[in-house]
């Protein structure tokens, strides 16, 4: 069974830093591109990263960029964003993603809550 596991999430103040981790099971995280998305109150889903199967591609949503990293540990199926200079606007629940081969299909996490408030 897959299985993506988000972990991480918590309330900090603006400017801080939050690591969120993707641990994923069922499926080798080395094959595959994986994501970040985030999902604010009330609104739709936003990409915010993606990573190569790799490790070595990153691309960002010019909202994050240069202020969030996404890595991984393919050694250790994770995923991982580092997130500095957290904004209000940046309060989400926050899903790790990725589209498989094998089994098919789209997979999310259940997601884990980030909360930007002073």
């Known amino acids: 069974e897959v299985q993506l596991v988000e972990s991480g999430g918590g309330l900090v103040q603006p400017g801080g830093s939050l690591r969120l981790s993707c641990a994923a099971s069922?499926?080798?995280?080395?094959?595959?591109?994986m994501s970040w998305v985030r999902q604010a109150p009330g609104k739709g889903p936003e990409w915010v990263s993606r990573?190569?199967?790799?490790?070595?591609?990153?691309y960002y949503a010019d909202s994050v960029k240069g202020r969030f990293t996404i890595s991984r540990d393919n050694t250790k199926n994770t995923l991982y964003l580092q997130m500095n200079s957290l904004k209000v606007e940046d309060t989400a629940v926050y899903y790790c993603?990725?589209?498989?081969?094998?089994?098919?299909?789209?997979?999310w996490g259940q997601g884990t809550q980030v909360t930007i408030s002073s």
């Open positions: 993603a990725t589209v498989l081969i094998a089994p098919p299909g789209k997979y």
């Open positions: 069922g499926f080798t995280l080395g094959g595959y591109d």
């Open positions: 990573i190569n199967s790799g490790g070595d591609i990153t």
